[in-house]
């Protein structure tokens, strides 16, 4: 149970500080080319701290079978298979967008293009972490 409670406070906490980072640090192509660099040391957190709560919820429910008819367990489960498109896919290919227009821009201001993704990295984030915040209070409340 330690496990996973870290794994929860270093995956998910890790994942609501991206979005800060790129929000009000990339204000200038050289300040988002930081920025980028920050997101992808905290993106390593974010990746171990969600593999590990996933592993080690499993493992609690292996150890413990009872929770595999838990409904506030299964909701969980399906909440995080069903986020993992966006996390895993949607919203890296946004960003690879990102970063290759700030790559390719001067080292003026970030381009109207950048800005048109950047809002669709906030929805995918958004979604992400509404998703993050509905497991917490599945697995915290336990209300079914």
């Known amino acids: 149970m330690l496990v996973h409670v870290i794994?929860?406070?270093v995956g998910l906490g890790a994942s609501?500080?991206?979005p800060v980072v790129a929000k009000f640090g990339a204000k200038s192509v050289t300040n988002a080319k930081v920025c980028f660099e920050?997101?992808?040391k905290i993106e390593m957190l974010v990746k171990v701290g969600s593999l590990t709560?996933?592993?080690s919820g499993i493992l609690m429910a292996i150890v413990n079978p009872a929770l595999w008819s838990q409904g506030w367990?299964?909701?969980s489960l399906v909440i995080y298979v069903l986020i993992q498109p966006v996390v895993a896919a949607m919203l890296p290919?946004?960003?690879e967008k990102l970063v290759a227009?700030?790559?390719n821009s001067g080292d003026s201001e970030l381009p109207a293009e950048y800005h048109q993704l950047?809002?669709?990295a906030a929805k995918l984030n958004s979604i992400a972490h509404v998703a993050a915040i509905l497991l917490i209070v599945l697995i915290s409340t336990k209300p079914f």
Request: charged residues 20%.
């Open 7 to 9: 794994a929860a406070v």
């Open 101 to 103: 227009i700030v790559m």
């Open 16 to 18: 609501f500080g991206m």
């Open 93 to 95: 290919k946004t960003i």
């Open 53 to 55: 709560l996933l592993a």
């Open 118 to 120: 950047d809002k669709k």
């Open 38 to 40: 920050i997101n992808k």
């Open 73 to 75: 367990f299964i909701g």
